[in-house]
């Protein structure tokens, strides 16, 4: 069946101002720095530009991002290559489409429906991942709890809760706990590394040792003066961490009376000689 009407693109598209500490974003800017979050943005850029999809194999994929981004910022032969996968792992993009060669996913499609409400609606949008009857009744049910029409920046603003809701990463208790004592801030993109150092020692550790050393380390950062203040707190706790677990759970050689023994043995061997 054939389209009505070429689908029409969009002039410009919104971002959501705590896109940073989205925890699949902080994922990609983590491992590829600023190159995957610029790929990232191009290809978002293209895809609206064209509608709420590309279909583009990874290769074609590829060169769009080095039309944009100078060969100078790309190290290695298959880094743009490896970003478009990372990219798709992280579900930024539909895994199950990527496969087919078409780049989109349900969070570009929302906002594609959402700038376009206002458009005829076409009797068939390919690739299509939301459910068209589901949303009606929704909207339905939203009208009828809402009387009072919203207005657009009411419904970005509940768009944005929404999305943090939904993507926002579980934090472990003890990294809130570190939030609680001042140590690191709320939306800190390190959030989810603090999440796997305590999931990494609690599976050695006892739970009380460490809820002390994390306890520990906080205070001694704050009690340091604010020209030797910590920069990369992320690194300085982790070093700290390992290096109180292995303080606290040294075990020595020998017990305290055969050290004892030892160091008796030693002072009659000087006294006769």
Do not use: C
Request: charge should be neutral; charged fraction near 35%.
């Amino acid at each position: 069946m054939m389209l009505r009407e070429r689908i029409r693109g969009l002039d410009y598209f919104s971002v959501d101002v705590n896109i940073f500490t989205e925890a699949r974003v902080s994922k990609l800017i983590y491992k590829y720095g600023p190159l995957g979050f610029m790929s990232y943005m191009v290809l978002l850029s293209h895809i609206y530009s064209k509608g709420y999809y590309v279909a583009y194999d990874l290769d074609a994929a590829s060169y769009l991002l080095l039309k944009f981004i100078p060969a100078k910022y790309i190290s290695g032969k298959h880094k743009l290559q490896d970003i478009i996968k990372e990219l798709v792992s992280l579900d930024l993009f539909d895994k199950a489409l990527f496969k087919e060669d078409v780049f989109t996913s349900i969070e570009i499609q929302e906002i594609f429906k959402l700038a376009t409400k206002k458009r005829k609606q076409q009797e068939i949008y390919p690739y299509w991942l939301l459910d068209v009857d589901e949303t009606k009744e929704e909207e339905k049910k939203t009208e009828a709890s809402n009387p009072e029409k919203k207005t657009k920046k009411e419904i970005r603003k509940d768009r944005q809760i929404n999305d943090i809701r939904e993507h926002a990463p579980k934090r472990h208790h003890l990294t809130n706990a570190l939030i609680e004592y001042g140590y690191i801030e709320a939306h800190n993109l390190d959030s989810y590394k603090y999440d796997e150092l305590f999931d990494e020692v609690l599976t050695k550790q006892d739970y009380a040792m460490i809820q002390k050393i994390t306890k520990y380390i906080v205070d001694y950062e704050k009690q340091t003066s604010e020209d030797k203040k910590v920069i990369d707190k992320f690194s300085f706790f982790k070093k700290a961490m390992f290096e109180n677990i292995e303080r606290l759970t040294y075990q020595p050689k020998q017990s305290i009376v055969e050290m004892l023994e030892e160091l008796t043995k030693e002072q009659s061997q000087k006294k006769t000689s």
